[in-house]
């Protein structure tokens, strides 16, 4: 369903701790935002 419309990114993983919990999703997304633009 969601993965047919995203593909394999770090986003997917942030939308499911996101309705884990609110408080982990930020955590996760500040995390991941950060190390996505340095790799790029």
Not at 5 to 11: A, R
Request: aromatic share 10%; charged share 30%.
């Amino acid at each position: 369903m969601s993965r047919t419309d995203t593909p394999l990114q770090p986003g997917e993983r942030v939308t499911v701790s996101l309705k884990r919990d609110e408080a982990s999703f930020w955590y996760v997304v500040t995390v991941h935002d950060t190390e996505e633009w340095t790799a790029a």
